[in-house]
Structures are given as C-alpha cells and as structure tokens.
C-alpha cells in the first residue's frame, strides 16, 4: 500500500469512528525531513482518493499541483518541524477532546493503562483563531516542549502525532476514550455519555427509497447519541414533514401522532426557509436544556454554525427560533434546524458537543471564552464559504 492509499482508507477509518464529520479535521504523514503528504481543503472524507492527497513543503508550507492542501497545513509542518521524530498528524474536532479544549486547562495528567499511548500528560496548546499561523506557532510551542503524543488546541479540537498513521489514529481514539472518561467524572449530573468513538450498527429499517437519505442521517445521529427517538427527526415534504420515525415504522402508511409532531407542525409552518428540523433530548442536551442558560460559543466550529450565543427559547417558541440555526428548549431540548438535512447534521452534532463542552466548562468553572469579535469573524466567513457548500449538497 503506497503513503497515498494508506492516508484515504485512514480517512474512511477517522470518519466511521467518529473522529472527525465532513471536511474538518485533516491528517498528513512525513515523507522525508521536507515534505508531507496531507489531505486536501473541503473535500469531504467519504469521497477522497489517494491522488487527492497534496505535497507540501514542511520547510515553507508551499505545495504543487491542482489540489489545494488543508487550510492547517501550517500547524502540520510546524508539529514536523519541532518534533523530528514524528511520522504523521491528525487534527480532529472530536467531541470530548474538543470539550475539555474548551476548559484551557493547561494539562490534564493521565493515569493508568492510557499512559502507555497517551504518554504522562495531555497539554493544551494556547488559543488562536483556526487556520491561522499564530495557532502553528502555539501548537509547535508545546509540541516541541514536550513529548506528549495528544495535544488539546483551547476551545478548537486536538492534534495527535505517532510513529505512523494507525499510530497516530489509535491516539485519537485512545484521547477521545480518556475525554470522555474525565468528562463523565467531573459532570456526574449527567453520568457518563457514550463517546462519540462507539459506534453502533444502525436501526434495521423497512425504509422506502424515497427517504433513504433521512433514515441515513437518523442512523449516523443515533450512533452519535444525539437522536435518542426517530420521531425527532423531520424534514419538509409537500404536504407537509415527515420524521425518520414516520419513514422506517409505518409501511402501512398509517401515521399515529407522535410526541413532538405538533410542534414540528408549528415549526415548518413559521420557517418556510428551513427543510429539516431535529430535536435532541441526549444526556447533555437534556442537561443544557434543564439548566436554560445561554450557551457561549466555546468552541470555533460552534461560533462558525451556531453563532455568537445557543440561545434559550422560552415557550412561545415563535420569536427565539425565527432567525437562528439553534436554540435551547427547556423541558424539550436543543432544536437545530437548516435549510439541508446535511447542514441540519453538521448543526446537530456541533451542538451535541457544545453541550458537553458548556457542562465540562461549568463543572470546573473555567472563565475561558473565544473573544466575541472572533467568534463573529469565524461565523461571517463561515456563511459565506461553507453555507453556500452546503446548499449545493442538498439531499432530500
Ligand atoms: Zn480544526
């Protein structure tokens, strides 16, 4: 298998575990004391091929050719550079990673069996706005001063190095284990979640062809935790919406009202310019929903699709949910809706970590926030590039 085959089916294997959605996250491997090998900008991982994968320079960070290497191809040479004996790097927004992120802890020690692959300490690495160079310069600083193999990035995701790709890999997933355990112990309102890494078959389903998209998403959420009934999730037909719920259990047609049908009802009819809507009642959107406070953005890819605040809709829902992308209902749970059942996705799993990343902040009272006018720069641009991307992947 050449560098280049070995990188996309490690793409195949970082999306099926849970460890990275979309086009965030990137990983690249060294090819010589010069040049690396690293995924290229906004193509989606499910699709990429090894000719895909981009030469770039860890000297400079220049590269070649048609393909557009990852926007943190910085932060990739300047890990390269300051650790000479690392062989590969993946950058993830994974879950409970990102979440204890959000807290700026400085290190978090590890003990037991995960010592062996995460090494003493998992540091993290201080914030600077993604893509940017003051975050290389921020990731390098820690990464050269230390031997650690997982490095937190504040309030943004984490880097992982290893000797190889699986190596590297299997410290991502060994990182989002160890997130989640300290996660689980420090918010013990909640108890412990499922991390994002467990990966469940999805739902045997009598679908029609018609919704095979639908029932897709509703399997991926639920194997995420973050779609705990098949009633919660809806997207606008014709006639009206129809739930995943609706698509796989009724082949009969008959379709008895289910708990939140009324006010998916309510609002379809008040946003004409959503498509599909998803109502999340997991462990930590429960807690965040009981709580009813707003919900900084503690992480980048929260500031780029949620905004500037998870707002709280008290009941009439009706003014809080007419212009944001997500909001908190008390007593029903975080509502995300987009004008795309693959944006409403991205959405949901953003909030899903927002959440956990709101209850681990809170339990360990951390003051940490992204500056707000970077928050706001991050969702600006984010609406201008990504949103269009996303409009054109339309499904159902
Ligand atoms: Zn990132």
């Known amino acids: 298998m050449t560098e280049r085959e070995h990188l996309a089916q490690a793409c195949r294997q970082l999306l099926d575990r849970g460890l990275v959605v979309r086009t965030w996250g990137n990983i690249s491997v060294r ?57 590969s790097v993946v ?86 284990t160890f997130a989640a355990e300290q996660t689980a112990a420090s918010v013990d309102t909640v108890g412990a979640a499922p991390p994002t890494t467990a990966t469940q078959p999805p739902e045997s389903t009598t ?81 965040a929903a009981r709580r009813g406070r707003p919900i900084p953005p503690y992480l980048d890819d929260a500031a780029q699709l949620v905004g500037l605040r998870l707002h709280v809709a008290p009941p009439p829902l009706r003014p809080a949910i007419a212009k944001h992308p997500a909001v908190l209902v008390p007593a029903v749970g975080i509502v995300s809706v987009a004008s795309s059942l693959y944006e409403l996705e991205a959405v949901a799993i953003v909030c899903e970590k927002l959440a956990v990343a709101a209850a681990v902040v809170d339990a360990v009272r951390s003051r940490a926030r992204i500056p707000w006018y970077e928050a706001l720069l991050m969702r600006l641009v984010y609406a201008r590039s990504y949103g269009k991307l996303a409009a054109e992947a339309d499904d159902e």
């Open 31 to 87: 090819l010589d004391e010069e040049r690396m090998l690293i995924s290229p900008s906004g193509l989606p991982y499910e699709a990429l091929r090894p000719q895909d994968f981009v030469e770039v320079r860890i000297t400079d960070g220049s590269w070649s050719g048609d393909r557009k290497p990852s926007s943190e191809r910085n932060l990739h040479a300047a890990v390269y550079r300051s650790r000479p004996e690392v062989a």
């Open 207 to 287: 679908t029609t062809e018609r919704h095979t998209g639908l029932t897709a998403a509703a399997a991926r959420l639920a194997a995420r935790g973050i779609l705990c009934d098949s009633h919660h999730l809806a997207v606008r037909t014709a006639g009206g919406f129809i739930t995943a719920g609706d698509a796989t259990d009724k082949p009969d047609g008959s379709l008895p009202v289910a708990e939140l049908d009324p006010f998916f009802a309510e609002l379809f009819a008040q946003r004409s310019d959503i498509h599909a809507a998803l109502v999340s009642r997991s462990p930590y959107a429960s807690l």
């Open 91 to 176: 950058h993830t927004h994974q879950t409970f990673a990102s979440a204890l992120a959000a807290t700026r802890i400085p290190e978090f020690p590890v003990d037991g069996a995960a010592r062996g692959i995460l090494g003493d300490v998992v540091p993290c690495a201080a914030y600077a706005m993604p893509t940017t160079k003051a975050l290389a310069r921020s990731v390098a600083a820690v990464a050269g001063a230390t031997s650690a193999r997982a490095i937190l990035l504040a309030n943004h995701g984490a880097v992982c190095v290893g000797d190889g790709i699986d190596d590297a890999i299997a410290v991502a997933e060994a990182l989002e």
